[in-house]
């Protein structure tokens, strides 16, 4: 396979170029820009004309943290493509006070590949603006931002997973934090060079509102034994597989090692509290204590304390998304779930520079004597969902829309990520689901469409083969491996995204990229135009039904299908369209044994045989992407709603599915057939208690993975959709229908954004009859199908 050697980005349209910057230029310290996990502060002071509003813009790889005069007041960039970077422009004004004004801005240059950032070298770009004059920029016009090497956070540690980066250790010293503030405090300045110009696109995503979350409840305190013997410690893949492929610090040349550290740490004594935490409470940490909180919920930021030390303390934030037996299993994720400050006699405001996902956090002084007065989490997410209303008389439907937003709003900072803590990637296939939820939660596209900008940009994939897209992106891809059929939901996504969005620009500029897709396929389809032995990563869902996907695997074949109809339709080539339909027809003709669909089919003596092996997530497959209907398969449509769903005994040879994806595409396909109440029914089943246990919605039904994982923000457009009865909203060519059907509700309600305002919708049952209400922006054409068996009246 033709495998291109670099990411090299296109030459963008204008419609896409922001160059921001009025005389800024990319700078950093001298022959450092490759250096791994550099920590660089930037200062410049300067003066603001009285009432004048003031503007800083960045741009920078690979983070950056933004002060003014000490206040926090910025994080990022948004994500974009190799070789080009986004552009963030952050109001000062309020922030801003008489006379000399100082801005600072950390970045961290990692320099190491993974799914969460990319490898490129670092840079920072950045200039103070007012009424288009520039007050202060880097290599440009007005007081010039000196740079100084960082030594506080340590450089040489562990990753925090295989697929992020670093993990953070900070040794503070006191007014370690001066220069943020002080023209006057000690900054030891460091050269640095020009570096040639960046490819810069718009932010054009909203920016976060970083609202600070302390912690509600204090559930323990307790004592800890420290320096304990552990025989065969927990060694992850980003401490031991250190190389070529996954860059990064070898586990011998570490300064220290938190995770190896934390498990000869045990809790000996703990004491039940289980209070509520006030604002104004100090907790006393004396040595080799305790003490575990809790948010409430799940939350996604950057961990902050204001601590007061008595003595040199060394204060390990171990946190997780859930209690296991009491306790924060700080590893049970299968990352670094730590943040380690070394602190002297003093008191200091510490705040992590990484945004990490946690409901729950446990403080330990594995040496010294401290007192915390505050804690929080400064919220890294989306911020515009909360105009978005749902409410229902079963208030458990309201919890589960709840749960929805806040995983959606986690999971969309800059891109449709799969979960913000792990990972952090924007994964193809949990986006199909999640762009839904996104549009119908803001009323915009903004996510989506950066989100395909950055698959649009980049003229090849380094370490794919040629045509093929990566399982997720951005990310670098060292080890070779991809996802070939997720490859395809990223085409059926792109369909709804036209439909969502009217971008025909966006969707013509991927033409070529899509038509590759189709090329690259071309030799692994077998004499009967089915796809035969993938290479690489071939996906279905954490269930029984990755073990049968080879040679030739039906759900696979079954999506290739869908995907070929979505680009047909998209272009207008019908040819792709007939050859989805062959598709079908031979997938019906070997797949389905009479009774259920089978879900592969091997090679043997240079003969395709049918294998006895049959999932229920390929059963969804079959009805999702149009090879079977209630029509063509009554029988087994028949039992898959009647004999299958939440709790299942029934066929029990056939392996049960999970919740992503195969439990999605349950509740997709009883909508698609009107059986709304049964969709609400199992949605509490399979939902009711993620969403009580974490706040978030989860990667599989149960709690060994992800507990807030984006695609799951899903029901909150199901709710909309099947429980509401905004059935489709479309602001495109401004209709709305709605489907109203027979459900244990008494009443429902709901607000809908969309450009212009908002669909307000809600209904009520007086015996017999079901009312409702709507209120619309002018323009919108009403189509209105009552599948109840109840008399329906719009009230006006």
């Known amino acids: ?152 956070r340590v450089q040489r540690v562990q990753r925090y997973s295989f697929q992020r980066q670093f993990t953070e250790v900070y040794r503070l010293l006191p007014g370690y934090a001066r220069w943020r503030s002080d023209p006057g405090a000690p900054f030891a300045s460091t050269a640095c060079a020009r570096l040639k110009d960046q490819q810069l696109l718009p932010r054009r995503v909203p920016k976060p509102r970083f609202a600070v979350r302390g912690p509600l409840r204090h559930i323990s305190h307790g004592k800890l034994a420290i320096d304990l013997q552990v025989d065969d410690a927990w060694k992850d893949r980003s401490l031991v597989s250190i190389g070529p492929q996954l860059t990064g610090f070898p586990e011998a040349e570490l300064e220290t090692i938190p995770a190896i550290e934390l498990q000869g740490v045990s809790t000996v004594e703990t004491c039940q509290v289980d209070r509520p935490l006030c ?19 799940n939350l996604t930021g950057f961990i902050g304390a204001k601590v007061t030390c008595r003595e040199p303390t060394r204060l390990h934030f171990a946190f997780d998304e859930m209690l296991s037996d009491g306790d924060v299993d700080w590893k049970r994720l299968g990352c670094v779930n730590i943040v380690t400050w070394e602190l002297p006699a003093g008191t200091f405001t510490i705040e992590s520079f990484e945004p990490y996902t946690l409901r729950y956090l446990k403080l330990m002084n594995v040496a010294g004597d401290c007192e915390v007065e505050r804690l929080w989490i400064r919220e890294y997410a989306y911020p515009d969902v909360w105009e978005a209303h749902f409410a229902a008389s079963d208030r458990r439907l309201n ?41 119908v939660l803001s009323g915009d596209t903004l996510v989506e469409r950066n989100f395909m900008e ?135 003709e070997q797949s389905f044994d009479g009774t259920f669909f089978v879900d592969n089919a091997v090679r043997e ?56 994806v195969g439990d999605m595409l349950r509740f997709e396909l009883l909508s698609r057939y009107g059986r709304c109440q049964q969709i609400l029914d199992e949605s509490i089943d399979y939902l009711w208690h993620m969403a009580e246990r974490t706040g978030t919605l989860w990667e599989n039904r149960e709690a060994h993975a992800s507990c807030n994982h984006g695609f799951a923000s899903h029901i909150c457009y199901t709710l909309y959709r099947d429980i509401l009865g905004a059935y489709l909203v479309d602001p495109v060519n401004k209709v709305i229908q709605l489907r109203f059907s027979d459900l244990h509700l008494e009443w429902c309600q709901g607000r809908i954004p969309v450009p212009g305002g908002a669909i307000d919708l809600q209904w009520w049952q007086d015996g017999e009859t079901r009312h409702y209400r709507l209120h619309h922006p002018a323009g919108y054409a009403v189509e209105v199908d009552n599948l109840s068996t109840m008399e329906l009246v719009r009230e006006r």
């Open 1 to 152: 396979m033709n495998r291109p050697v670099d990411n090299l980005p296109v030459e963008l349209p204008m419609s896409m170029q922001d160059t921001g910057f009025l005389s800024a230029k990319p700078i950093w310290p001298e022959g450092k820009e490759k250096e791994k996990n550099l920590f660089v502060g930037f200062r410049a002071t300067f003066d603001v004309p009285e009432n004048a509003p003031v503007v800083l813009r960045v741009a920078a790889a690979t983070l950056y943290r933004a002060f003014v005069n000490g206040q926090f007041c910025g994080h990022g960039p948004a994500r974009a493509a190799h070789g080009c970077f986004r552009v963030d422009q952050w109001d000062l004004t309020p922030h801003r006070q008489p006379g000399r004004n100082v801005v600072a801005i950390e970045v961290a240059g990692y320099n190491a590949n993974g799914y969460y950032l990319l490898d490129q070298p670092s840079f920072l770009q950045a200039e103070v603006v007012t009424e288009g004059k520039v007050l202060a920029s880097t290599g440009g016009q007005g007081a010039q931002f000196e740079a100084a090497l960082l030594p506080e």
């Open 279 to 297: 604002s104004d409470d100090t907790l006393q940490v004396p040595d080799k204590t305790f003490h575990i909180l809790d948010f409430g919920t």
């Open 399 to 439: 919890v589960l829309f709840g749960a929805g937003r806040e995983t959606l709003r986690q999971n969309a900072v800059d891109l449709f990520m799969d979960c913000p803590s792990r990972e952090r990637a924007g994964w193809l296939c949990d986006s199909f689901f999640t762009a839904r939820t996104a549009h």
């Open 454 to 588: 950055n698959f649009l940009v980049p003229k090849g994939f380094a370490d794919l083969p040629h045509g093929m897209l990566p399982m997720c992106y951005p990310a670098d891809h060292r080890d070779g491996v991809f996802i070939p059929n997720w490859a395809l939901w990223f085409v059926v996504q792109l369909e709804e995204y036209l439909a969502r969005s009217n971008d025909r620009a966006t969707v013509d500029a991927l033409k070529p990229k899509v038509l590759a897709l189709f090329d690259y396929f071309k030799p692994f389809k077998n004499r009967d135009g089915l796809l035969e032995k993938l290479d690489s990563w071939v996906f279905i869902e954490w269930s029984a039904a990755n073990e049968f996907v080879q040679d030739v695997n039906y759900p696979t074949n079954m999506l290739y299908a869908g995907s070929l109809s979505a680009a047909g339709r998209l272009y207008n080539m019908p040819e792709l369209i007939a050859e989805a339909d062959a598709i079908r027809e031979v997938v019906r």
């Open 605 to 660: 003596d240079g003969q395709l045989t049918v294998t006895g092996n049959r999932s229920e997530v390929c059963q969804y497959f079959a009805f999702f992407f149009d090879v079977a209907t209630p029509e063509s398969h009554g029988d087994l449509w028949k039992t898959l709603t009647q004999r299958f769903g939440p709790g299942r005994k029934a066929f029990p040879e056939v392996h049960t599915a999970n919740f992503f």
